[in-house]
């Protein structure tokens, strides 16, 4: 919801925190730049990073007041909805990747699926991909492995609180997961398939809760742009 001020100057944006709808193709950057942008170069943060591909909600905050509490909606769990591709292997494990490995394989029966899907509930260990922003020695894991450098990361310690089939696919299954800050949800969908036998990459990505906040209550970036544009504060 915004309400209109005529006049732009007298819009006091600091300490506002806006709930963005962000759209696949986008890097989370972009989307806090073009709102920087439109809000006049106010400092500008998100709490969590969505990838590229990935899309849904992203908590934005405008100002000083605003970002020093991004911290507290990084540590709120979240819930993302996912598609799952059986028997193909990227080397992102998405669908922004290179194929390196594919198989035909045979799917999987419900039961199968819900038991392994079980297995991963709760604290588990979890390595994070080689396109990730983990830092090893000081170097982020992607820039090394676009140079072709496989970095080895530590294994981290995540919660998984639900883990929820949604529906089998043709070539592959959608779930919903609940889980804590820090969670990739790549590897996750990565060794899931492997539990199964199968290999697998995520063909989409939709973040759809932190914490409280829902995707139904935010806004569309294009909206939000111009709207900030136009001295229009969201409240």
């Known amino acids: 919801m915004f309400v209109h001020s005529s006049e732009k100057s007298s819009v006091d944006l600091n300490g506002t925190i806006l709930l963005i709808n962000k759209p696949p193709g986008l890097t989370s950057f972009d989307v806090v730049y073009r709102l920087r942008k439109a809000a006049g170069g106010l400092k500008t943060g998100h709490a969590g990073t969505l990838d590229p591909f990935a899309e849904g909600l992203l908590i934005v905050g405008l100002g000083r007041k605003a970002t020093r509490r991004l911290d507290e909606f990084m540590q709120m ?127 989409r990505l939709i973040r759809t809760r932190i914490g409280e906040y829902t995707l139904e209550q935010a806004l569309r970036l294009e909206s939000a742009v111009e709207n900030l544009s136009l001295g229009v504060k969201p409240v």
Request: glycine content about 8%; aromatic content about 8%; proline content about 4%.
């Open 77 to 203: 769990e979240k819930e993302y909805r996912t598609e799952i591709v059986f028997g193909i292997k990227t080397d992102t494990g998405d669908c922004t990747g290179n194929i390196i490995a594919q198989e035909s394989f045979r799917m999987p029966e419900i039961g199968a699926v819900q038991s392994v899907l079980q297995r991963f509930c709760g604290e588990i260990e979890q390595i994070p991909p080689l396109y990730s922003a983990v830092k090893v020695d000081g170097v982020r894991m992607y820039k090394a492995a676009r140079r072709g450098v496989k970095l080895e990361a530590k294994p981290r310690k995540i919660n998984i609180y639900a883990l929820k089939l949604l529906e089998l696919l043709p070539d592959g299954m959608l779930i919903s997961v609940v889980c804590s800050r820090g969670t990739y949800i790549r590897t996750l969908a990565v060794d899931i398939a492997a539990e199964l036998g199968l290999r697998a990459y995520l063909r």
